[in-house]
């Protein structure tokens, strides 16, 4: 389980060092998708196994579209963790999360994956998280 939520600066490449608790999780290597509300998802080769497997089957069915399958591989990248515990978010990823090179991001543990977030919108959908938690209306 991935749990906290981390500080960390992209550096000059865009890279970012992943906490080093959930490092041992991922392997040497893991999957960056285009993540939910505006965030890099981070989740293990076992995990995109899995998920690949499941959208291939369930397009097989029909019940999800061709689109939807290109759309999961099409934003989704293959990277190495190298020895410092950074991966590199490629321009397209940082585009979509709303961040920049040497600026600063929030590594968020979401029970079964890793988010990476702009901090300004980590904050507005947390906020909206602990509204739903106290019971009050968004």
């Known amino acids: 389980m991935f749990v906290g939520v981390h500080e960390r600066q992209l550096d000059e490449r865009g890279r970012v060092a992943l906490p080093s608790s959930f490092r041992g999780e991922l392997g040497d290597h893991c999957y960056l998708y285009?993540?939910?509300?505006g965030c890099v998802g981070v989740i293990s080769e076992d995990e995109f196994q899995q998920q690949a497997?499941?959208?291939?089957?369930?397009?097989?069915?029909?019940?999800?579209?061709?689109?939807?399958?290109?759309?999961?591989?099409?934003?989704?990248?293959?990277?190495?963790?190298?020895k410092q515990g950074r991966v590199t978010l490629e321009a397209r990823l940082r585009e979509h999360a709303g961040v920049?090179?040497?600026?600063?991001?929030?590594?968020?543990?979401d029970l079964d994956h890793i988010e990476i977030w702009n901090p300004d919108a980590l904050s507005a959908v947390e906020a909206e998280g602990q509204s739903e938690i106290s019971g009050e209306e968004s």
């Open 34 to 37: 285009l993540g939910d509300d």
């Open 53 to 82: 497997q499941e959208l291939i089957e369930r397009a097989k069915r029909g019940e999800v579209s061709r689109a939807r399958r290109r759309a999961f591989s099409g934003g989704a990248a293959r990277v190495a963790i190298d």
């Open 100 to 109: 920049e090179v040497q600026a600063p991001v929030q590594v968020l543990g």
